[in-house]
C-alpha cells in the first residue's frame, strides 16, 4: 500500500489526520519509539501539538518534541516525497 500513487493516497486519506496516522503506522508499527534514544516507553503526545512526541527517557536529550517525520534514515524511500510536507523538519 505504501507504493501507491499520491492521488490513490488522497482518495484513502481525505484529511491529513488520517495519513499522518497511516505514515506513523507505517513508521512505529509497533508504537511510537523515541528517534533519539529508540525507547518506546515514557513517550508522550504534545500537548496542543498532534502526532507530536516528548521522550522523557533519563539520559535522551529528547526535549522539544519530534514528529513522526524526523531521521527517517533508512525508511525514507518507503514515504512518498508528496507526503513530505506533512513533516516538521524542525526537530534536527
Ligand atoms: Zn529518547
Known amino acids: 500500500m505504501i507504493n501507491a500513487?499520491?492521488?490513490q493516497f488522497e482518495h484513502q486519506f481525505p484529511t491529513d489526520?488520517?495519513?499522518k496516522e497511516f505514515i506513523v503506522l507505517q513508521?512505529?508499527?509497533d508504537g511510537?519509539?523515541?528517534p533519539r534514544c529508540n525507547a518506546s516507553e515514557r513517550i508522550y503526545p504534545?500537548?496542543?501539538?498532534s502526532f507530536r512526541w516528548t521522550c522523557?527517557?533519563?539520559g535522551c536529550g529528547e526535549?522539544?518534541?519530534y514528529s513522526f517525520s524526523v531521521d527517517y534514515g533508512d525508511?525514507?524511500?518507503?514515504i512518498p516525497k508528496s507526503l513530505s510536507k506533512f513533516g516538521s523538519r524542525s526537530a534536527t
Open 27 to 29: 513508521r512505529w508499527p
Open 63 to 65: 526535549r522539544n518534541g
Open 17 to 19: 489526520d488520517a495519513c
Open 75 to 78: 525508511h525514507s524511500s518507503r
Open 32 to 34: 511510537v519509539r523515541c
Open 46 to 49: 504534545r500537548k496542543g501539538q
Open 5 to 7: 500513487t499520491f492521488e
Open 56 to 58: 522523557k527517557n533519563k
